[in-house]
């Protein structure tokens, strides 16, 4: 699995845009970016996750690149709830949860 | 629908000791895996289970073992305790086995003193 890398912590004023970078160079062909959060006490949840075109929900976006080196993770109105670890993982569809995790990006939300 | 329950949702054991966690997937869920998750390496997996059959393992001793039952329960024994194995255990759970459809519970914080 691509090795991902996110900067340790971020803040984000409530009600505006989070924007949470991820670098994933050695990414192949038939690997997905996934991104999940960690609530502080909860176990992971899943946001989103993309191979090449850009993906929305009701949660989030995901924006990545063209060369697919790396990728953003957009909550368009962030919330004190969005307090949380947001982990950015690149891996094959189907590789039966052995997600290799990283140390994510603590997302501080302030009033 | 009910989510994944995890039980107990806190241990805390004496060196040499097992343990015994138990991991209850979303109804009709055939895949549960278990992840270990401290400070220090952070979210690391143990194992994958689907339909009573192991098919994915982590790098960890054999100390760390599963089972999955018919129900789909499953559980997770870890034997011979060390200080290093206090962590978060936590599970989760899919219909196939997929990060796209992962439900996790809550954990059991496992206290080894």
């Known amino acids: 699995d691509a090795k991902t890398t996110q900067p340790p912590s971020m803040d984000c004023a409530e009600g505006r845009a989070a924007n949470l970078p991820c670098n994933h160079s050695t990414i192949s062909g038939n690997e997905y970016v996934y991104w999940y959060r960690q609530i502080h006490s909860q176990g992971p949840q899943y946001i989103i996750h993309?191979?090449?075109?850009?993906e929305t929900n009701e949660m989030a976006s995901l924006i990545i690149t063209e060369d697919r080196k790396s990728s953003t993770l957009i909550l368009p109105h962030a919330t004190l709830r969005d307090t949380a670890v947001y982990y950015c993982i690149a891996s094959p569809i189907n590789s039966n949860y052995q997600l290799i995790w990283g140390a994510g990006t603590k997302l501080i939300i302030k009033p | 629908k009910a989510g994944v329950t995890q039980t107990p949702r806190y241990l805390i054991k004496t060196r040499g000791q097992q343990v015994t966690l138990s991991c209850s997937p979303i109804s009709g869920h055939r895949s549960v895996s278990w992840y270990q998750q401290t400070p220090g390496q952070g979210l690391q997996f143990l194992f994958e289970?689907?339909?009573?059959?192991?098919?994915n393992k982590g790098n960890f001793p054999g100390r760390f073992s599963g089972r999955q039952f018919s129900n789909s329960r499953s559980e997770m024994n870890v034997s011979t305790l060390e200080l290093g194995d206090s962590a978060l255990y936590l599970c989760?759970?899919?219909?196939?086995?997929?990060?796209?459809?992962?439900?996790f519970g809550q954990g059991t914080r496992l206290t080894v003193v």
């Open positions: 989760a759970s899919s219909s196939q086995g997929a990060p796209t459809e992962a439900f």
């Open positions: 993309g191979l090449k075109n850009n």
């Open positions: 289970y689907f339909s009573e059959t192991q098919r």
